[in-house]
């Protein structure tokens, strides 16, 4: 019988973890996280809780998965696990398509082979949520938004490598009619995000009073949702979704890169003024402004993104509890505080070094 457990893939990584913290604050009896730990997934970001079962492991391996689901018996599996960052993709995208698209497929065979036996009561009230996200539209004109439903335009191996995955998803259900719900978010930010990520990795460039590397001109537009709201937008659509449905969750706060970082060294100024800090006076600056750099750009580095979150907003009614500025400053004190976990997770083998250039061979 169905209890109060969930099966998180992904669960160590930023939005996993985030989530499972909800999770765990919602009363949940159970979480069992299952996550391969690559590089942006670390077992630092899950809390110490009885109630986290945790499994070093990789979506692909069906049968350790079948066997988790018969041992467990979860009433939702959400999945996150997922090869993230576009200029990772670029220099090597081998990776995404073994975890975001294989990874995928075994993970949907596992529960559809399991879910299958179950009893009617049991299989209706199961769900499947993939978290996928807005890049599979691809680059949006100005003046338009991506709703539910648009044409899938993916410029990156990481954005097509989701797209399958995405299809994936809604061919089982239209096939084998698995319940599945699919999420489309913004570009998240908040707590435990790897440091390779724009945000973060300007917070801290900026307290090391190292260059903040612009992409191009600086005007490539991204919709910002704090990663907390998305948790919350996440557990309304397991609670409330219809099955078979795409909701697209977006913060509303759509910005340029340069906006973003002139945003971030005004909230650094005021956290953490540049005159208190050593590293700059070091490098013979006075602002955070002066670390600024724009760089050679991205390879089909998308324009514009701008999500409709129509779904979610009209038929459940949802909205982001945080504004851009009020997510933002508790993101820069949060990583101020934790040095530490950000010196760990990258453990010396990322030194915030630019990738994404495409000359990897």
């Not at 604050?25 to 986290?52: F, M, S």
């Not at 009617?120 to 599979?136: C, H, N, P, Y």
């Not at 724009?198 to 191009?216: E, H, V």
């Not at 706060?253 to 070091?282: W, Y």
């Amino acid at each position: 019988m169905l209890d109060q457990t969930i099966l998180v893939c992904g669960g160590a990584g930023f939005i996993g973890a985030n989530f499972v913290r909800l999770m765990l604050a919602r009363g949940r009896e159970r979480v069992v996280v299952l996550d391969k730990l690559t590089y942006a997934g670390n077992a630092l970001n899950l809390p110490k809780d009885p109630r986290v079962v945790f499994v070093q492991a990789d979506i692909a391996d069906r049968d350790l998965v079948q066997a988790l689901l018969r041992r467990h018996n979860p009433k939702w599996v959400v999945n996150f696990a997922a090869e993230t960052h576009v200029d990772r993709s670029i220099d090597s995208p081998d990776s995404f398509v073994h975890t975001n698209v294989v990874g995928t497929f075994e993970l949907l065979e596992a529960v559809r082979h399991w879910w299958c036996k179950a009893p009617k009561a049991w299989k209706e009230a199961f769900r499947f949520l993939q978290v996928s996200t807005d890049e599979v539209y691809g680059s949006i004109p100005e003046g338009e938004t991506a709703a539910e439903g648009r044409a899938y335009r993916p410029s990156s191996p990481y954005a097509a490598s989701k797209a399958a995955a995405d299809h994936f998803v809604l061919a089982y259900h239209a096939t084998y009619r698995l319940p599945v719900l699919l999420t489309n978010a913004s570009n998240n930010f908040g707590p435990y995000q790897y440091p390779e990520k724009l945000i973060p990795l300007m917070i801290l460039n900026a307290l090391d009073g190292r260059d903040l590397p612009i992409y191009g001109d600086g005007g490539n537009v991204r919709d910002w949702l704090y990663v907390l709201d998305h948790c919350e937008a996440l557990l309304l659509v397991l609670e409330r979704g219809v099955v078979g449905t795409q909701y697209n969750v977006g913060g509303g706060h759509g910005k340029t890169n340069l906006e973003v970082v002139d945003t971030i060294c005004r909230v650094m100024e005021e956290l953490f003024p540049a005159s208190c800090n050593p590293q700059l006076r070091e490098r013979g600056v006075s602002t955070y402004q002066d670390l600024k750099r724009f760089v050679v750009d991205r390879p089909g580095h998308d324009r514009r993104y701008a999500l409709a979150p129509g779904r979610i907003s009209h038929e459940l009614g949802w909205q982001p509890r945080h504004d851009f500025l009020s997510g933002l400053r508790s993101t820069v004190r949060w990583y101020v505080e934790h040095r530490d976990w950000c010196q760990a997770v990258m453990g010396g083998r990322y030194n915030r070094e630019r990738l994404g250039l495409g000359t990897s061979t």
